[in-house]
C-alpha cells in the first residue's frame, strides 16, 4: 500500500521560509514523478482548485511554477524516499493546502492532478504579512 505523509507545514510571516517534507513509504516503481501541489483558500475542486508549484522527475530535472521560481526547491532524498520543498521568501500569495503526489511516470511534464494515483493528506501553509 502506498502512503504519502507530508509535515512542516504552519505559519510564518512574510519573507520567512518552510521546509515542507513527503515521506514515501510502499512506492516500489523505478519511474517517478511527484510533484508538489497548492490549493489555495476558499478554491475547490481538485482538477481546477490544485496547482503544481514544483516538480521533480526520475532523473532528478525539476520544473517550477513561475510564481515560485527562485524562491522554491524541489528535492527527493532516494534513500529515505522523502520529497521536500524549501520555500524561501514565503508571500502571502504562498499561503494554502500544500499536498505533495506521486505517479508513475519518468517524466512530469504533464501535471494534471487527475494523472496522479497516489497522494498525501495535505499540509497547511500560512504566510502573513
Known amino acids: 500500500q502506498v502512503q504519502l505523509v507530508e509535515s512542516g507545514g504552519g505559519s510564518v510571516q512574510a519573507g520567512g521560509s518552510l521546509r515542507l517534507s513527503c515521506a514515501v513509504t510502499?512506492?516500489?516503481?523505478?519511474?517517478?514523478?511527484m510533484v508538489w501541489f497548492r490549493q489555495a483558500p476558499g478554491l475547490e475542486g481538485e482538477e481546477v482548485a490544485r496547482?503544481?508549484?514544483?516538480?521533480?522527475?526520475?532523473?532528478?530535472?525539476?520544473i517550477y511554477a513561475d510564481s515560485v521560481k527562485g524562491r522554491f526547491t524541489i528535492s527527493h532524498d532516494n534513500t529515505e524516499n522523502t520529497l521536500y520543498l524549501q520555500m524561501n521568501s514565503l508571500k502571502s500569495d504562498d499561503t494554502g493546502m500544500y499536498y505533495c503526489?506521486?505517479?508513475?511516470?519518468?517524466?512530469?511534464?504533464?501535471?494534471?492532478?487527475?494523472?496522479?494515483?497516489?497522494w498525501g493528506q495535505g499540509t497547511q501553509v500560512n504566510v502573513s504579512t
Open positions: 510502499g512506492y516500489t516503481d523505478s519511474r517517478h514523478c
Open positions: 496547482v503544481p508549484v514544483a516538480r521533480i522527475s526520475t532523473d532528478g530535472s525539476t
Open positions: 503526489a506521486v505517479k508513475d511516470s519518468y517524466w512530469c511534464y504533464d501535471a494534471r492532478p487527475k494523472t496522479f494515483l497516489y
